[in-house]
């Protein structure tokens, strides 16, 4: 079975980083094609999709957030650690991490989160 | 970045009654489009992948079409627990976009 747990601060300061931690279980982020990814949404707002990482390292940023996003994980710890600097009160949201699992069929290779954790509910504010 | 637009933004349906949402993708995307349903303070839960693929343990009245720009939800039969929000996504190119939602409500 796998599982997933944000964790993190619940309350940060306009300019601080925002340093949040993916825990999962069930699966390896070192071998066959799989991913780990953070999606959040603002209170009573849409999905927004941020980052990914996938088994073989690879990352792919929001192009909108690249600038201050980093996202790294620890396989030995079944982690992935998301950063976002100069965090700002727009930034208030639920953070999500998902994992995202890919199937081949008809020879297309597709991708979707198919296990999400409950979400981390970060506030921006001095 | 492709845009998802979701239609409508919001409805009101009855139990029992049949539901499409429909998406529309700024640019082709073939079938690389998932949809999920998200419950009032939940996560969002996977229904459909690759435009048309039920994930496992998902009812059958759930059913997902299109190709291209243009997507559909369908449910066929609403029941109580379908009430929620649900969002389309694709996955054609990075970065993955997410519609703004289609709220279910009731009627």
């Known amino acids: 079975q796998i599982t997933l747990k944000e964790s993190g601060p619940t309350l940060v300061k306009p300019t601080q980083t925002l340093t949040l931690t993916c825990n999962f279980s069930?699966?390896?982020?070192?071998?066959?094609?799989?991913?780990v990814g953070w999606i959040r949404q603002p209170p009573g707002k849409a999905l927004e999709w941020l980052a990914v990482i996938y088994w073989n390292d690879d990352k792919r940023y929001s192009p909108s957030l690249k600038t201050r996003l980093t996202i790294t994980k620890d396989t030995s710890k079944s982690q992935v650690v998301l950063s976002m600097t100069n965090m700002d009160p727009v930034d208030t949201a639920t953070y999500y991490c998902?994992?995202?699992?890919?199937?081949?069929?008809?020879?297309?290779?597709?991708?979707?989160?198919?296990?999400w954790g409950r979400g981390t509910l970060v506030t921006v504010s001095s | 970045d492709i845009q998802m637009t979701q239609s409508p933004s919001s409805l009101s349906a009855s139990v029992g009654e049949r539901v499409t949402i429909t998406c529309r993708a700024s640019q082709p995307i073939t079938t690389y489009m998932n949809w999920y349903l998200q419950k009032a303070g939940k996560a969002p839960e996977l229904l459909i992948y690759?435009?048309?693929n039920l994930q496992s343990g998902v009812p059958s009245r759930f059913s997902g079409s299109g190709s291209g720009t243009d997507f559909t939800l369908t449910i066929s039969t609403l029941q109580p627990e379908d009430f929620a929000t649900y969002y389309c996504q694709q996955t054609y190119t990075s970065p993955w976009t997410f519609g703004r939602g289609t709220k279910v409500a009731v009627k």
């Open positions: 998902a994992h995202e699992a890919t199937l081949l069929s008809l020879g297309l290779r597709y991708w979707f989160f198919d296990v």
């Open positions: 069930g699966f390896s982020l070192s071998s066959s094609p799989v991913a």
């Open positions: 690759g435009a048309s």
